[in-house]
């Protein structure tokens, strides 16, 4: 007689709970969900399908700090319970203004925040490799070699004559977009129009799709220097999944 069974345990990791939901068909192995809980949130939930695994938080909003340990502790969980060392996920990170917070930071900090936190890259070497050498190219080169300010405003699309008159001061004194974009208060910084930018020069070596965090190192990986992100809690609207796997609207 064919039988669907399904089995749930509970493990205390640090201050968190993570529960592990394992189903099978007769002895056969479907899926396991992973959900890791607080005190009073349910954060992250992942699934674990034919040995490829997928990872996604709901749609709230977090903490940078909460948010970089949730995904650190439930990979390092995974990775413990079965032989998964590569997860790749879609970026879907954005700031409630809708604007992606992989532009802003790579336009404050040089790289996106899972660049940062976790040493993602493209899946696609030869892309990620452009992607790298245009963003070095577009921050740290002479800016005024090749454009003006009025060329930067076409491209940016800057809304408002008080905008425009506060970043042709920063313009005239800077010579890099990195140290342009360092003078822009902080206060200023989520704007429409720095994602704008960032997108133009990156639409052929960048996409949020597509990323590849090796979870064997994680533990390994420090925080270094204080980076960028808003003044405000993040949605990280991620999804991780191995090569090959598609699981929609999970």
């Known amino acids: 007689m064919n039988m669907a069974t399904t089995q749930t345990t509970i493990s205390p990791v640090e201050k968190y709970t993570i529960s592990d ?10 899926y396991r969900k992973f959900v890791i809980y607080d005190s009073e949130n349910e954060y992250i939930y ?14 709230d909003y977090f903490s940078e700090k909460k948010m970089k340990k949730c995904i650190l502790l439930i990979c390092q969980h995974i990775q413990r319970l079965m032989s998964i060392n590569e997860i790749t996920f879609k970026d ?19 790289q996106t925040w899972y660049e940062k936190h976790f040493n993602a890259r493209q899946s696609d070497s030869e892309k990620h490799a452009l992607y790298r050498k245009t963003v070095d190219e577009l921050l740290y080169s002479d800016m005024k070699q ?16 008080e905008i425009i008159h506060e970043l042709h001061e920063i313009f005239k004194k800077t ?22 930018f960032i997108r133009h020069y990156l639409s052929d070596t960048f996409s949020n799709n597509g990323w ?9 990986i420090k925080s270094g220097k204080k980076s960028y992100s808003p003044r405000r809690k993040i ?7 191995t090569s090959g796997l598609t699981i929609d609207d999970v």
């Open 21 to 30: 939901e394992t189903a099978f068909y007769n002895s056969i192995l479907l």
């Open 212 to 220: 590849i965090i090796d979870i064997q190192n994680m533990s390994t």
């Open 175 to 196: 010579t890099t977009y990195n140290e342009f974009f360092q003078a822009i208060p902080y206060k200023n910084r989520c704007q429409l129009w720095v994602s704008t």
């Open 92 to 110: 879907y990170t954005h700031i409630p203004t809708n604007i992606p917070l992989y532009h802003l930071s790579i336009a404050f900090n040089g």
């Open 146 to 161: 090749n454009s003006t300010f009025h060329d930067f405003l076409i491209i940016a699309q800057v809304p408002s004559l």
């Open 46 to 59: 992942a699934f674990v399908k034919y040995n490829c695994a997928e990872l996604c938080n709901y749609h």
């Open 235 to 241: 949605n990280y609207d991620i999804i991780y999944n």
